[in-house]
Structure formats: structure tokens, C-alpha cells
């Protein structure tokens, strides 16, 4: 537990009003002046930068305040879930850089909770209904009309039990029976209307197999699960914060005398413009073959980020930014994006590649002659050191970079204009050579030997910088352009239309033959780096040594700093 002085001695930034609930509770010394957390996935998908907001939020206070945050695996519906889901929960996690104190399932509570279920059924807080669910769904009211009873509401106790048990047995098929607490049907909160608690599934579960045939419904095994741990604070998100009157609820029944209860807290979800945050739509994206799998680099997953080239330090700082409220509301998917420029910024090796390549041809530069230019490997780094890149007479440039009737404000190459080639010397285009359908071929300059850095000319002002590659010592690279998955700000309030059509198709364009510096070729998968000029790239994990393949992480252009600033 951290001392009174190490809390002081952490750096003052303004506490979330979650933090402000745990520092009084440990100040009065609330739960033995123990905090305890968990962060409790359903391994039915892979984990989205919403979860990183959970997941920062339930590890980072805990750390914070010298307390423990346990990751609990909530498995209760066995036909969603699978083990594959939960090895890529724990890798996901580990990566954002965060360490649990235990690994704990939901399952590993079903015999305590069936036991309970059966108590509580003794008890005259359960029974077993024979109604359908649409029956029981007809039958629940609205906030303002009381619902109505069951008929199998008033059944012996015992024979419910003998029901209950038969239900677990096998005996019944799915949707047959439900087991109900028996609360209050003309509650003002519709989760206190008699919830079902107990469903049979007959389907096996990727940890308990055939052991089970019902299983416990959220509300019956949350609330649960954090007393059986010592959870002291459930922190969640908004949408269960009319959950939480049950959640005490059946803690109340459970828990006994003197013993401790756990709490729950709710904060705002994280909901991204242009993005679709909801596990089962990003489920529908891949079966739908709409992207090329959860970890496709466009997908707002964990996973897909960390194959686009950001870092976890960029999701980290952006979810800093953003805070945790009372209030549901929408992100500009831009403040992220702008998080992760901050922080490649700061350490990506800067290199040059060529995109759309045309030929520059340095006509009054020696054919035999070569130098090497020294190119920075990252200004905002001093102690980031440079690395050459090959100048010669024959270079790639960008096909855009080259216009032969330039309009005035154009600062490229254009025929009499000047132009830096950056890191090199200054070069004054002359002309082009183009084939029969008149597309333009080639390039042509001349270049000025005195303007490299050092030499007398160097300082000569001239208003544009281009970027290049030398033809011989460039190899090729393709090279994946992403943009946003959808077109529309909010694409999961538009009604009517199918995913499909909700795809922006321009948020993956394939560049083939792009041209990049010869020591990328030997990058790891993974590895970052800025191409000047145009963005910030990865090596994707597809890449070979010979197909080198690079996917765009982010353009250099900075919306949110432009909007904002
Ligand atoms: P989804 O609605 O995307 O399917 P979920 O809430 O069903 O997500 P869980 O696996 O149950 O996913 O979530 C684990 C934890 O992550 C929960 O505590 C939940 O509140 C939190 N969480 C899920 N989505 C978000 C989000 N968009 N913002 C913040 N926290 C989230
Ligand atoms: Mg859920």
C-alpha cells in the first residue's frame, strides 16, 4: 500500500472523480485500507480501444495507488466464447503495458454460485419459471406499468430446487425453463422484475466442457465474482449503472455480517468518431470479409493498432487525454491520431521513399560518380545520430513533385524553377521526356555543386524541398495507404443502410513499386519510421525480404492541431 508521502510525492495533475472516490476511501481506511480492481473482459472478441480505456483505467489506478488489479476472464455465455479470445486478451494487455496480479474466470465460481442460486431458492428469493422468454418479456411492463407475476411464481420451494436441479442435469432443452430471483415486478428499475439468473445452454464451455448445462446470467455472476476475489472497487461503464441497485442486491443476500462489500463506479464508455466500437459489429466486419481479420490494420482493435505502427504509449496518453466523466459523448477519432504523431514524432528514423516514382535525371552530374549525403535520423532526438543515403545522377522522385505547366504558387519541380533536393544539393529542372501518349517519362536537372551544406551557396533561399532516391541504391516496397474505415462521423447511428455500404473505399489503396532507402529493406516487423514528407509507416507483418510491404500508420498532416490550436 503506498505511504501518505509517496502519494503526495507523485506529480499533481488534476484527479478523475474515480480517483478522488479511492484516495477517500483509503484516507478513512475503508476495506482495511485495501484496493482492489479487476478488469473483466468477455473473451467473445478481441479487445478495442474502448477496453484500453477500462483497462487504463482499472490497472493504472491501482498502480497508482499501490493496490492490485486482477484480470477476470467473464465467461458465462459458452457459446460466444473461446480460448483463442483469451490468449489474444492477455497479449493485448501485456503490450498496452500493464501486469496483472492474477488471472481469474468467471467459471471458476460456478459451483459457489450454483450453490448459492440453490439458497437462495430455499430461501424464497428464486424460482423456476416454464414461461418462454417472450412470455416473460410480455410480461415485464414498462418504467410505468408494473409488469405481471408469473403463474409459476408461488411454486414450493421445493420444487423449484427439484426443477433447478433437473435443469443442470440435462433433462430440459435450451429455452424450457429459467431460473428467476423473485423480487419485485412493480419495481421503478425493470432489472429488479423477477431477472432471470440461471439459463440452460447446452454447449461446451472452453474451460468447464459438459460439466454444466445452466449457466449464471451477468447480473447473477458480476457482483459475485468481485466478492468471492475481494474486489473493493468494480469500476465499469455507464450502461451498468442501473444494474448496480441488483448488483448490491444480491452482494446483500450473500455476503455476511461483517464481512466486507465491493462497490461499483461507472465512467463514460469511449465511443470514436468514424469508428464502430461494438465487439459484435467488429465480429460482422471480419465474418463479413469487410477487413482482413481483427488485427486488419483499419479495425479500432488492439490488435489492428499495434499492426498500423502505434504505439502503446500513444493509446496510453490519448486515453489520458481524454479523461473519465459521468457523460456519454463522442471522441474526435483526430485527438487520436494526433497522439500518435506526438509520439512517433518524437521517435521514428526519419528515411525517404518514394510513393509514385518518375526518374529525375541529373543531366551535368558524372555518370560514374556517387556520394554520400548524411540524413538526420531524427531532428527531435540529438542523441539519435544520421545514416548516408546514396546521391547520383539517376534518382526517384514523386510524380506529383514534377508539374510541366505549374501554376504560380507551385514550389516543385516545374521547367526554369529551383528546388532542394533535401539533405542534397539545389537543382534547377529543365525539361521532361514523355513516351508516344505523351505521359511523362523522365525528369530532367542540373544541379548547383556549391549548395550542399558547408558550401558557399548552401544558404541560397529556394522555396521548396523535395525528397528523393537514388535509383541504384533504393530498393522496391509495397506499400498499404489506410484512411478511416468508414465514411460516415458516426456510422453506427446510420439507419437503413448495411455495413458494407458504410465502408469508405478509400481507407485501403495498395502503392506497388514504391521506392524506398535500401537500409529499410532489413527493418523488423513492427519497426517505425517516418517517410519525410508523407507520413509515418511500419513494417507490416506480412512483409518478406522479398516483398518488403509497409503500411501507413498515420499522414504527417494534423487535423486536430489544425482544429484545435
Ligand atoms: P462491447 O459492447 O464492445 O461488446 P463489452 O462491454 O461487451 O464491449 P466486455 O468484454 O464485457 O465488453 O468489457 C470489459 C470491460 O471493458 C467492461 O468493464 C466494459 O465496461 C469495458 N468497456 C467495453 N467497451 C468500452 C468502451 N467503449 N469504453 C470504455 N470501457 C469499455
Ligand atoms: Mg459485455
Redesign the pocket.
Known amino acids: 500500500m503506498a505511504t501518505s508521502e509517496e502519494l503526495q510525492a507523485t506529480p499533481k495533475r488534476s484527479l478523475n472523480f474515480i480517483e478522488q472516490i479511492v484516495e477517500k476511501d483509503l484516507k478513512e481506511g475503508k476495506n482495511d485500507g485495501r484496493l482492489q480492481t479487476r478488469?473483466?473482459?468477455?473473451p467473445?472478441?478481441y479487445l478495442?480501444i474502448?477496453?484500453a480505456?477500462?483497462i487504463c483505467m482499472d490497472f493504472g489506478i491501482a498502480e497508482r495507488y499501490g493496490g492490485i488489479c486482477n484480470l477476470r476472464f467473464?465467461d458465462t455465455n459458452p457459446v460466444k466464447e473461446d480460448v483463442e479470445y483469451v490468449e489474444a486478451i492477455r497479449e493485448d494487455i501485456e503490450w498496452l503495458g500493464f501486469k496483472w496480479n492474477e488471472i481469474y474466470y468467471a467459471s471458476d465460481y460456478f459451483d459457489e454460485l450454483y450453490t448459492f442460486a440453490e439458497r437462495l431458492i430455499l430461501e424464497g428469493h428464486a424460482y423456476v419459471d416454464e414461461q418462454t422468454a417472450e412470455q416473460i418479456a410480455q410480461q415485464k411492463g414498462t418504467p410505468t406499468v408494473p409488469g405481471m407475476h408469473s403463474p409459476y411464481r408461488d411454486r414450493p420451494a421445493q420444487e423449484s430446487l427439484d426443477l433447478f436441479r433437473r435443469m443442470n442435469a440435462g433433462e430440459f432443452d435450451e429455452g424450457a425453463m429459467t431460473l428467476r430471483a423473485k423480487i419485485d415486478m412493480a419495481s421503478s428499475n425493470m432489472h429488479f422484475r423477477d431477472p432471470i439468473i440461471y439459463r440452460i445452454i447446452k454447449h461446451p464451455h472452453h474451460r468447464t466442457g459438459r460439466t454444466w448445462s445452466v449457466y449464471p446470467m451477468y447480473d447473477f455472476a458480476h457482483g459475485q465474482s468481485d466478492y468471492f476475489e475481494g474486489v473493493t472497487h468494480s469500476?465499469?461503464?455507464l450502461e451498468?449503472e442501473v444494474h448496480r441497485p441488483l448488483y448490491d442486491y444480491f452482494i446483500d443476500l450473500l455476503k455476511d455480517e461483517r464481512s466486507y462489500r465491493p462497490r461499483q463506479f461507472e465512467?463514460n464508455?469511449?465511443?470514436l468518431t468514424y469508428t464502430m466500437?461494438?465487439?459484435?459489429k467488429l465480429l460482422q466486419l471480419v465474418k463479413d470479409g469487410l477487413v482482413q481479420g481483427w488485427d486488419d490494420p483499419r479495425m479500432p482493435t488492439i490488435c489492428g493498432y499495434r499492426r498500423r505502427g502505434y504505439t502503446p504509449e500513444s493509446i496510453r496518453s490519448f486515453i489520458d487525454k481524454i479523461g473519465y466523466t459521468k457523460y456519454d459523448g463522442i471522441i474526435d477519432v483526430a485527438l487520436l491520431e494526433h497522439a500518435v504523431r506526438e509520439d512517433l514524432n518524437q521517435h521514428a528514423t526519419r528515411a525517404s521513399a518514394v510513393l509514385d516514382p518518375i526518374k529525375l535525371v541529373i543531366t551535368n552530374y558524372p555518370e560514374d560518380k556517387v556520394e554520400q549525403m548524411e540524413f538526420v535520423n531524427n531532428p527531435e532526438d540529438p542523441t539519435s545520430g544520421s545514416h548516408s543515403i546514396t546521391f547520383a545522377r539517376e534518382l526517384f522522385v514523386e510524380r506529383d513533385d514534377f508539374m510541366e505547366d505549374a501554376p504560380k504558387k507551385y514550389y516543385r519541380m516545374t521547367p526554369g524553377q529551383e528546388v532542394r533536393l533535401k539533405s542534397a544539393y539545389i537543382v534547377k529542372c529543365t525539361g521532361c521526356k514523355k513516351d508516344e501518349q505523351g505521359n511523362i517519362v523522365e525528369v530532367y536537372a542540373e544541379y548547383d555543386p556549391n549548395t550542399l551544406s558547408g558550401m558557399p551557396e548552401s544558404n541560397r533561399k529556394v522555396k521548396g524541398t523535395i525528397h528523393w532516391v537514388s535509383c541504384h541504391d533504393s530498393v522496391e516496397a509495397e506499400v498499404r495507404l489506410y484512411d478511416r474505415l468508414f465514411t460516415d462521423e458516426n456510422p453506427s447511428e446510420i439507419q437503413g443502410k448495411e455495413l458494407h455500404e458504410l465502408i469508405n473505399p478509400e481507407s485501403l489503396v495498395v502503392r506497388q513499386h514504391c521506392r524506398i532507402e535500401r537500409f529499410l529493406a532489413s527493418a523488423q516487423v513492427g519497426e517505425r519510421f517516418q517517410f519525410q514528407r508523407i507520413g509515418y509507416f511500419c513494417v507490416d507483418r506480412e512483409s518478406t525480404r522479398e516483398r518488403l510491404v509497409f503500411n501507413r500508420t498515420v499522414s504527417l498532416k494534423d487535423n486536430w492541431k489544425k482544429i484545435n490550436q
Do not use: Q, V, Y
Open positions: 478488469f473483466p473482459p468477455e467473445n472478441g478495442h474502448g477496453h480505456k477500462a467473464d469500476i465499469c461503464t451498468f465512467f464508455r469511449l465511443n466500437m461494438s465487439k459484435r
